[in-house]
């Protein structure tokens, strides 16, 4: 069976235009009609508005001729004092926090934020910890599967601390930090 060769497959013969068929470009009535009618309404619509603004100034004198009426007829009655005191309690007043005192563990926390490859990758890290006030130090390791750089921040004495840490490498879009005790 024999293959065909659908490229080099021959094309229909292309019509050539009779030299007195040359047709004269139409214009485009259609863009020429949306064009005007877009004229035409913006043109109506500052007319609307200009005509507008001339007639609000009567409708608003009328309109405060009626409520001076009103005014004389029913008169606002007084303010009431306040009988709430909070605005007040909060400018003078204090919060206080009972936080339970917590041992000192045995070993120091350490938080660890990321493993990389490359220490760049570590150092860039580092620099966006710092940015948020949080020193941070680049530990390098040899493991199973090659060299390694962790950013690593602490040691913490108590948990809580590297919790608020945290916290705060959190609002800056870094969700990989790791709390763990200090075994380095």
Same mark, same amino acid.
């Given at each position: ?40 309404? =913006?043109?109506?619509?500052?007319? /609307? ?6 007639? *609000?100034?009567?409708? #608003? !004198?009328? $309109? ?51 493993? =990389?490859?490359?220490?760049?990758? /570590? ?6 910890? *710092?940015?948020?006030? #949080? !020193?941070? $130090? ?47």
């Amino acid at each position: 069976m024999a293959q065909k060769d659908f490229v080099k497959r021959g094309q229909a013969p292309k019509k050539k235009p009779a030299k007195a068929d040359k047709a004269k470009p139409q214009l485009p009535w259609l863009r020429i009609i949306i064009t005007l009618s877009l004229v035409v309404g =913006f043109a109506y619509f500052l007319w /609307a508005i200009s005509h507008n603004s001339e007639v *609000a100034p009567k409708t #608003l !004198e009328a $309109q405060k001729s009626s409520a001076q009426s009103v005014e004389q007829i029913d008169p606002l009655p007084e303010m009431p004092e306040d009988k709430y005191t909070y605005p007040t309690e909060l400018e003078t007043s204090h919060v206080e926090i009972d936080r339970k005192e917590q041992q000192k563990s045995e070993r120091p926390y350490l938080m660890q934020c990321g493993s =990389f490859r490359q220490q760049n990758q /570590a150092d860039k890290m580092r620099a966006q910890l *710092a940015m948020q006030g #949080l !020193e941070s $130090q680049v530990k390098s390791s040899d493991g199973k599967n090659g060299r390694w750089y962790r950013v690593i921040l602490g040691p913490y004495d108590y948990k809580r601390d590297a919790e608020a840490d945290r916290h705060v490498i959190q609002r800056i879009g870094i969700s990989t930090c790791q709390i763990w005790y200090w075994d380095l």
